[in-house]
């Protein structure tokens, strides 16, 4: 499986990675919604095998002053 990177790769790579018989992955998370498309329709058309379409996020940690200021819920 080769390594997604965020912000230094599109889909040559992940193509390449499975023309060469391994599984390509897609960094995703940086992408618009209309970049993503297009990523993933030049995906489809190279018909390659399985693709790892990889997404990440931060978790936000509310302090108990802002999680009392909401109401008592963490949302």
């Known amino acids: 499986m080769q390594a997604p990177m965020a912000g ?3 889909t040559a790579l992940a193509i ?3 023309s060469a018989g391994g599984l390509g992955s897609l960094p995703c998370a940086m992408l618009s919604p ?3 498309a297009a ?3 030049a995906l489809k058309q190279a018909k390659g095998a399985a ?3 990889n ?3 931060h978790a ?3 302090t108990m ?3 009392y200021r909401r109401g008592g819920e963490r949302r």
């Open 8 to 10: 230094v790769q599109d």
């Open 16 to 18: 390449t990675v499975n």
């Open 34 to 36: 209309s970049q993503l």
């Open 39 to 41: 990523e993933l329709q």
């Open 51 to 53: 693709i790892h379409a």
């Open 55 to 57: 997404f990440f996020f």
């Open 60 to 62: 936000v940690r509310l």
């Open 65 to 67: 002053m802002q999680i």
